[in-house]
């Protein structure tokens, strides 16, 4: 990421608990460390079991989740390594004819 932008949300833990179940962690654990501390403090390795009441944890999540934007940079596909660039924080996913 070129350009990271972080949105001060308000914080609903019972929101963000939610939606812990819709997002691959792993996936957003990747993206934090990317990122970098400066951005997103470090996220656990897994959801803990008791995340529901673990306000700390949804403090991170919620962090990571709602409050940072990519706003320019490059998404890479981890399957096929393609390169999706960001700008003005959307991701332009159009493939040509051919790729």
Request: include cysteine; glycine fraction near 6%; hydrophobic fraction near 40%.
């Amino acid at each position: 990421a070129t350009n990271v932008k972080v949105n001060e949300v308000d914080f609903d833990p019972s929101y963000v608990a939610r939606l812990i179940p819709k997002v691959e962690w792993k996936v957003v654990k990747t993206v934090a460390d990317q990122l970098g501390e400066m951005h997103i403090p470090r996220l656990p390795e897994e959801v803990p079991s008791d995340y529901s009441e673990n306000v700390q944890f949804l403090k991170l999540a919620h962090r990571a989740l709602l409050e940072v934007d990519v706003v320019e940079g490059t998404l890479i596909c981890p399957e096929t390594g393609r390169e999706f660039p960001i700008s003005n924080g959307i991701p332009n996913m159009l493939v040509n004819e051919g790729e």
